[in-house]
DNA sequence: TAGGCCATCTGGTCCT
DNA sequence: AGGACCAGATGGCCTA
């Protein structure tokens, strides 16, 4: 585990002292923080693991280096219009493969998503769902 | 050694 | 009331 801050601690505010509270409601407020920061380790964990796993299917150029999160969003963003762009472009001048252009344009759509996905849980399909919709619909290529 | 990136803690806000 | 989410603060690690 990463170090953490010298002057926090997971028994949450050190600073605060027992003083007026009772023994009983500094216990209880301890060992609220506790959880909370648990539960938000294991929350960023989570939003690690999804950086994790945008990083393996976004492009990394020429790059050693791992990508930060935000180079990721970023390369993740320039991807999506760029492949937008191309579908779109193919698929008005492109007449020989018209069929087979019409079905990758269909799959990318938004609603059609999950084609290229795989979900742990239909918590996350659902997460992952809203969340490319409303990114899709802001940053939409209008051709 | 400075700057970038990251993990963690923390308190506030919103939602169920 | 308690959980999820967020942003600010802080300190550690790494690289140029």
């Given at each position: 585990?990463?170090?953490?801050?010298?002057?926090?601690?997971?028994?949450?505010?050190?600073?605060?002292?027992?003083?007026?509270?009772?023994?009983?409601?500094?216990?209880?407020?301890?060992?609220?923080?506790?959880?909370?920061?648990?539960?938000?380790?294991?929350?960023?964990?989570?939003?690690?693991?999804?950086?994790?796993r945008?990083?393996?299917?976004?492009?990394?150029?020429?790059?050693?280096?791992?990508?930060?999160?935000?180079?990721?969003?970023?390369?993740?963003?320039?991807?999506?219009?760029?492949?937008?762009?191309?579908?779109?472009?193919?698929?008005?001048?492109?007449?020989?493969?018209?069929?087979?252009?019409?079905?990758?344009?269909?799959?990318?759509?938004?609603?059609?998503?999950s084609?290229l996905m795989t979900y742990d849980?239909?918590?996350e399909q659902?997460?992952?769902?809203?969340?490319?919709?409303?990114?899709?619909?802001?940053?939409?290529?209008?051709?």
């Open positions: 585990m990463k170090s953490r801050r010298a002057s926090c601690t997971d028994s949450g505010s050190e600073s605060s002292e027992p003083d007026s509270k009772s023994p009983e409601k500094y216990e209880t407020a301890t060992r609220r923080r506790m959880a909370a920061n648990a539960r938000e380790r294991k929350r960023m964990q989570g939003l690690n693991t999804a950086f994790d945008l990083r393996k299917v976004v492009p990394q150029w020429g790059q050693d280096k791992k990508l930060s999160k935000y180079e990721t969003l970023q390369m993740a963003l320039s991807y999506i219009m760029a492949l937008n762009r191309i579908l779109t472009d193919a698929r008005r001048h492109t007449a020989p493969h018209r069929q087979w252009l019409d079905l990758q344009f269909d799959c990318v759509q938004p609603e059609n998503y084609c849980s239909p918590a659902d997460y992952i769902h809203s969340s490319f919709s409303y990114q899709f619909d802001s940053h939409q290529v209008h051709a």
